[in-house]
């Protein structure tokens, strides 16, 4: 009987584990359900076309409203999606997008876009398949220090403690 009883235990450990690997992208809801793969591949936006800023400073940045209504004044007006942004750039106000890629306050990590980018690290190496992205937003990769610490070693890139964190 005991065995049994072990072995449900084993079992059911073992499906939790695999369950666990194996669990889902982290699906992030937004405002407005901002589809990346119309963007970008429909309409062939670069990536650097709305996050100016991913090549000259740390922070990629998400374009503001302003700069998506110089399309949607015109385009798709009568999408209920569209609707919702007007609303927010007559109101003056950036929709509250949710960020999706980020780390805990009190591992104080210092990340910088602009060394990556400028060293060559395609966007998708972080992100995944960010081109063909529909709604929900999902958390393509997580990131952890192991894995920046396995590229930076791969790369011959420093792995001090101070190099990631200040
Ligand atoms: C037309 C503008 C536009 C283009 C082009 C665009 N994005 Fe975005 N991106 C956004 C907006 C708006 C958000 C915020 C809404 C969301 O997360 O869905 C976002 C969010 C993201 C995020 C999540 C940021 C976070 O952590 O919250 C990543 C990563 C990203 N984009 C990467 C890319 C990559 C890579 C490309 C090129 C393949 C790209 N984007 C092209 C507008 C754009
Ligand atoms: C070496 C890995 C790496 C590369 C390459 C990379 N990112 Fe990121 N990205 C991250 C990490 C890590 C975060 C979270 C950073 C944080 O919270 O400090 C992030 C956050 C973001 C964000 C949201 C926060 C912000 O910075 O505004 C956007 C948007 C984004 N990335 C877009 C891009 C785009 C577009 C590219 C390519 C041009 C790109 N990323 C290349 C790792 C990367
Ligand atoms: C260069 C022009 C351009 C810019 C800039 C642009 N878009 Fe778009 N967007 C389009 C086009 C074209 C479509 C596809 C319209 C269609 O299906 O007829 C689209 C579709 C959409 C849709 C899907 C609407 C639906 O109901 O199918 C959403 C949501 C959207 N855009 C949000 C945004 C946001 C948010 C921004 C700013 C971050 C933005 N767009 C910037 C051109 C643009
Ligand atoms: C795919 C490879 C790759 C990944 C993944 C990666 N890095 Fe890097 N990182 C590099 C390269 C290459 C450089 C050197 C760029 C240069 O020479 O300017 C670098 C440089 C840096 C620097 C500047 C180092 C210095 O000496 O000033 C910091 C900080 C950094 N990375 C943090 C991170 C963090 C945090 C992560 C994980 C979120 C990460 N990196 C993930 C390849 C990577
Ligand atoms: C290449 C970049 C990189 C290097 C080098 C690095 N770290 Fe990290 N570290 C990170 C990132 C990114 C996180 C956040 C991971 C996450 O959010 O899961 C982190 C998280 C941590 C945390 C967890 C903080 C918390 O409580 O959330 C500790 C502690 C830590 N690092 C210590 C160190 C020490 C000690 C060293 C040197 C031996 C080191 N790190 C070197 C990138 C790095």
Not at 124 to 136: E, Q, R, Y
């Amino acid at each position: 009987m005991r065995k049994y009883v072990l072995g449900a235990v084993v079992l059911i450990l073992l499906i939790a584990t695999v369950a666990f690997a194996f669990r889902p992208a982290r699906v992030v809801p937004q405002p407005i359900a901002y589809p990346h793969k119309i963007h970008v591949v429909d309409n062939q936006m670069e990536c650097l076309s709305c996050h100016v800023n991913a090549d000259r400073s740390i922070a990629a940045t998400i374009p503001s409203v302003t700069e998506c209504m110089v399309c949607h004044e015109n385009v798709k007006t009568d999408s209920p999606e569209i609707k919702k942004l007007a609303a927010y750039a007559q109101k003056n106000e950036e929709p509250p997008w949710v960020r999706v890629y980020g780390f805990p306050e009190e591992a104080a990590v210092y990340f910088s876009h602009k060394r990556h980018v400028k060293a060559g690290v395609d966007c998708s190496t972080c992100h995944g398949d960010m081109k063909n992205m529909m709604t929900p937003m999902k958390e393509n990769i997580r990131w952890t220090m192991g894995k920046c610490i396995d590229c930076h070693r791969e790369k011959k890139v420093s792995d001090d403690c101070l190099t990631c964190h200040k």
